[in-house]
């Protein structure tokens, strides 16, 4: 520790920090306008100067590190004369103006302590106002130039939008493509308006709404990556949402979902009372006629057709207390083990090949694992868009020197930073992956040590014999010099971190596609190391924490076979389980077509829209008896087929929990009241519970009695308390009240002889082969600015930027076909036929398509195909044989 004197007392303090550093936050602060603790210093605005004894000038506080002995003066007559005249000097330009209107800003404040509120004389200028963006007011007439905007742009979100055009007197801070900002490069994440000092940006709705009263720390409810938030409210609305600064996931960044994306919470059209359907009309009904109205047709459908022809969906973006509650109901109430997510329908793959091989189904590192990678490989993910704070972190650690391998039929923004990207045509991850394998042996590439472990080495070597990258180089269209690069790469520059996308999973050999990535990562020894692991990006902010409460016909909370374990929920539930095995999700629907599954209840989960193979799922949904839809819009899925809607509370109107992808648990906290009469996930389905008379299985009071209940059924999460979440997440396996959590797993692995088993994983050809009839390839995805089936992000200003499904399609494709940029094209598969707008990439190759599915205008899954995983049933979203025509920009197709 280092001792210094600060205005005569003697401090300690940690070697390593800046004078700025040890000031904060203590009476010796001094004042900053250009530092920011998510950027470098760079000492410019002059304000934090301080004496050091012994050194004729005075220095900046925030690029001057601490040394031992040093003895400090912060506020010498001196020095604040200087920091009086830098002020003045700022107050001068800054418009009288605005410093009327609002002077709540860092700058004006500091104005107003050193007393300088009459020198504020600068005029406005219209013209340095750019109102062009949704959610951003822009006016660089309140620009003090600490460049802060500029800074945070690159170093936090790894962008350039900003730039400072000019020099001295005359710099003015405009987008670098010299747009309005609108039209430039932004990606609207706020983190310019963030750190603004000035009211230079600033929210629009920090313009137009109320001043907030209340300020809670919460986790976002959008996408697996788990950003805290700071959201203000005046108790009934959000009026503005900020990243939380000390937060370990997002550090104090955010995406456009999570910064902008909360105003479906008040849209006018939010459904917030119960409705049970007569012929085609919606009937308001009261809560208690809902309640009795749904427990008594699940009776009825129990009574007439057996528990098996009921199912429940819990909802990934509703709490883990809920989704707990979700599959206990489905089992002690109902009695079926009938239970699901939408985690069947991206990362189920991942669960079940990572727990073959690792014992575990989640991601084996952190996201602070990110800093430590020499080597990052993303395959089949799409960071910048769907997960942008991890997409925003990885381009930091490449920036730092990092080494990026991507693997994407697109031209995915990240790959304009990758080392390497290799563009295999959808559908081909297995031939792929195996040949880098085979390049690693070959090479002897491979760990010595890991060699050791491994069961079945030579057999696994053998196999490979027959995917050398020459040999697979034509059937999944990338160069073999290409893949023995990408092998030696992930090979050699250790460790090396692999994230995994629904580019993996969402194919006929999904479970197989994660399982060839976990043999790369145990044949390199980057398992169970720092910087290195198999982690898949999950989807929505809770899915993980979903299936891993027991929303998943197999598995009971902890994520533990039904099998093994089901005598002992039977004591701990004190209610007999079903030992038949349950459907999933896709078998629900196969059931139902058949004519032999009769009730389900959807909890926030849009299948209507978003399931593939739109006319089965139709046909499925149509033959229901009772299609109980809990959500908080009338989804397609209500819209198509519902029986009762249940209106249920968001995420900032209730509390609990959330699991993000790499296993932390962090605490979803109430910002407002419900809005009208909507209730949370949990107490609804327990008040049906007790309507059906299992109240005593659902007497909970709140939800951390929900909690308390899940950790005494789950080992691995038992030390997580409610009171230990106040201080931050938690990651399981946290086993005890003491234990701090774990950010690695699988660190033994290489100890123990028996564990490692690689997977000799043959290619099986998707049948989704193109044809004369059927020549372009379609892959289906999302973009950064809405989310899934967009009730959420569809109500948000920014849905603007995304106002429409689209699809990528090449320039040569385009023109062969003579479709422009904009035009309405038809496509067509074996399957269905949609009318979508087109737009002209380079991100795709020719002969392949990309399209997002957000809308029922277009209908996309119409296209969708009946192909799913071998293993776990995924739809294989991502390969559909289709046909494009041209159809003019009027046509549009009636259902
Ligand atoms: N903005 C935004 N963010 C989201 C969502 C959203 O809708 N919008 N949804 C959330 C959800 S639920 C999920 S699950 C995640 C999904 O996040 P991602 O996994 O990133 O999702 P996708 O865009 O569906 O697919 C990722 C990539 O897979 C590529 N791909 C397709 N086929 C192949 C193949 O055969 N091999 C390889 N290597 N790549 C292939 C596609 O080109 C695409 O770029 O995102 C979450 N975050
Ligand atoms: N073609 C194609 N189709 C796909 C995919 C693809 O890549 N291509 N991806 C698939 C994937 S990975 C996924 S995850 C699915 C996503 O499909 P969905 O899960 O249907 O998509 P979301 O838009 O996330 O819908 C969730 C619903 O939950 C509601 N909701 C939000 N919060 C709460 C809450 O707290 N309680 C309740 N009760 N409701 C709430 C929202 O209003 C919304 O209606 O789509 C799948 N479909
Ligand atoms: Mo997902």
Redesign the pocket.
Known sequence: MFQLIINGRSRTCAPGQTILEVLRDTADDVPVLCADRRLTPIGGCRLCLVEIKGQTRPVAACTTSVADGMEISTHTVEIERLRRTQLRLLARDYPRQAFEDDSSNAFCTLIRSYGLESEVIGTAHPELIDDSHPCIHVDMSQCIHCFRCVRICEELAGRFVWRAWNRGDQTSIRPADGTNLRDSDCVSCGACVDTCPSGALIDKRDLQLAVPTTEVRTVCA???TGCELHVATNQSSVISVRPVVDAPVNKGHL?V?GRYGWEFVNAPDRITEPMIREGQQWQRVSWEHAIRFVAERLQATMDQWGPDAVGILGS?RATNEENYIAQKFARVVIGTNNVDC?AR???APTAAGMKLMLGTGAATNSFDDIELARTIMV?????R????IVGDRIVQAVRRGADLIV????R?ELADHATLH?Q??????IP?LNAMAHTIFQEGLHDPAAADHIDKWPDFQNFLSDYSPAAVADVCGVDAELIRAAARLYATQKPAMCF????????LQGTE?VMCLVNLALITGNIGRPGAGVNP????NN?QGSAHMGCDPGILTGSVPLAEHRARFEAAWQAPISSRPGLNLLKMMDAAEEGKFKALWAVGYDIGLTNPNTESTLAALRSLDLLVVQDLFLTETARLAGTVFLPACSSVEKDGTFMNSERRIQRVRKAIEPRGESRTDWEIMCQVAGAMGKAKHFAFQDAEEIWNEIRSVWPAGAGITYARLENGGLQWPCPTEDHPGTTILHKEIFADQNRIKLRQIAFLPTPEQTSDEYPLLL??????????A?TM?GRSSTAQFQPEDAVQMAPADAERLGIGEGEFVRIRSRYGEIAIKATVTTAVKAGEL?A?F?SADVFLNRLTSRTRDRFVQTPE???TAVRVDPVGSTVSIAE
Do not use: M, S
């Open positions: 959008y996408c697996g995406c979902k990934a939408c329908v991206c990362h395959c089949g993910a799409n960071p868009e769907n997960h942008p693997i994407d039929p697109r995915i290799l295999p045509r959808p559908g081909t991850n792929l995994h996308g629904l580019g993996v999973t969402e194919h596609g990006l999950r989807g929505q899915v892959i289906t995805g999302r973009a950064l600015y809405q989310f899934n967009g992000t990309f997002t957000q979203y991502k390969v």
